[in-house]
DNA sequence: GTTAGCATGTAAGGAGTTACATGATTTT
DNA sequence: AAAATCATGTAACTCCTTACATGCTAAC
């Protein structure tokens, strides 16, 4: 088995869970409707689909019929939902990262109360190291270096700072859902804010 | 020639530019001195530095006398001043990219001025599009996408705002000083606030 | 009728990481 | 004497882009 993996992976399974779709429009929807707007070149795409075809992760209908525009429609199989529901249950250190966590946050509306926490805490925390580390090169950095340099390592430091300000606030309105522990079931209701 | 490109060749020709160093500290201070805080891994560094050597841009001094820990220390050549120049020149689409960009601004200190204002306009542009786009996406997204991506979407999108924002100031600070146009000579005065 | 957009793919190559391999020196 | 950090390097691999190649269909 090829075990394709990655984030591109990711977002493919979470798109078809929705409906089937040819490569043409996951690879619009992957660069428009998941936040992070990160557009995959064809040549990543279609590749990719065949792996995961190849893994038995999807399945490819083609729709060549004569005088009909050629597309290859893609569907989810049952191992392909099941290695989805494992992604999206991961909330470990790799979905911290820049781009996992984006792709993850993509798809909290189908992620448990209590993963989608820990996702959001790590995030944070990862945050956190960064500012330190930002802090203290910019303590060392304002004695050395010039101040265009500075003020870019200034913005950036304000940018994380802002990105830590907007988790909080996901966080809290996480929090004043109906707390998990209280549920039989693990649910993925949404607090009331992010109610549709 | 092999032409070693990108951003890490441009980092290691600027920060050469200041003093001789051994690949060890290029790495350390590439990951904190330039604003991008982008920490190259030694498998990338070090086959970097002998393209670069082989290429005739910088020249590497062997201090592994015996008993002594063993450096490679590097230095600029005659050459690798010129490339730096060369690159510390271009304000054309590639030097709005994001790490690009980021290292451009490292050196700024080193750049003339009317080549700065074009930067920091032409990134100022580049990232307008972004904003065009986002802002698009955003007015379908809100109708189609769950309010997590939502969420992620609008601070990615308030993000590149603050990032104008920043922008203009600095393009601001930079008219404020002496007009270029003023110069007989390109002048790399750096306007009050950002004198040392 | 021609331009723009839909639709699929491959080959070559660029840019970087991880894991491995080795050894010296300083700090605890 | 052990652990941390300094110091250099290579091989295999991952992930992705660019450029190429092909052809259909809708809109102007």
Same mark, same amino acid.
């Given at each position: 088995? #090829?075990? =394709?993996? %990655?984030? /591109?992976?990711? @977002?493919?399974?979470?798109?078809?869970?929705?409906?089937?779709?040819?490569?043409?429009?996951?690879?619009?929807?992957?660069?428009?409707?998941?936040?992070?707007?990160? #557009?995959? =070149?064809? %040549?990543? /795409?279609?590749? @990719?689909?065949k792996t995961m075809t190849k893994d038995g992760l999807i399945e490819a209908d083609d729709f060549s019929g004569v005088g009909r525009r050629s597309k290859i429609v893609y569907t989810l199989t049952a191992d392909g939902?099941?290695?989805?529901?494992?992604?999206?249950?991961?909330?470990?250190?790799?979905?911290?990262?820049?781009?996992?966590?984006g792709v993850h946050l993509a798809f909290f509306a189908r992620t448990n109360k209590d993963v989608r926490l820990r996702i959001l805490e790590g995030r944070r925390s990862r945050l956190e190291e960064r500012l330190?580390?930002?802090?203290?090169?910019?303590?060392?950095?304002s004695a050395r270096v010039d101040n265009y340099t500075l003020a870019l390592q200034e913005h950036g430091l304000e940018s994380v700072?802002?990105?830590?300000?907007?988790?909080?606030?996901?966080?809290?309105?996480?929090?004043?859902?109906?707390?998990s522990s209280r549920r039989t079931k693990a649910s993925s209701d949404a607090p009331a804010k992010f109610e549709k």
């Amino acid at each position: 088995m #090829a075990r =394709s993996s %990655g984030v /591109l992976e990711f @977002a493919v399974l979470g798109l078809l869970h929705d409906s089937p779709m040819h490569g043409y429009e996951l690879r619009k929807r992957i660069g428009s409707e998941l936040g992070t707007f990160r #557009a995959y =070149s064809y %040549g990543s /795409l279609y590749p @990719a689909l065949k792996t995961m075809t190849k893994d038995g992760l999807i399945e490819a209908d083609d729709f060549s019929g004569v005088g009909r525009r050629s597309k290859i429609v893609y569907t989810l199989t049952a191992d392909g939902k099941d290695r989805f529901q494992e992604l999206i249950s991961q909330s470990g250190p790799a979905s911290w990262e820049d781009e996992a966590f984006g792709v993850h946050l993509a798809f909290f509306a189908r992620t448990n109360k209590d993963v989608r926490l820990r996702i959001l805490e790590g995030r944070r925390s990862r945050l956190e190291e960064r500012l330190d580390t930002l802090r203290t090169s910019l303590r060392n950095a304002s004695a050395r270096v010039d101040n265009y340099t500075l003020a870019l390592q200034e913005h950036g430091l304000e940018s994380v700072e802002r990105e830590v300000r907007w988790l909080n606030e996901l966080i809290a309105t996480e929090r004043d859902g109906s707390p998990s522990s209280r549920r039989t079931k693990a649910s993925s209701d949404a607090p009331a804010k992010f109610e549709k």
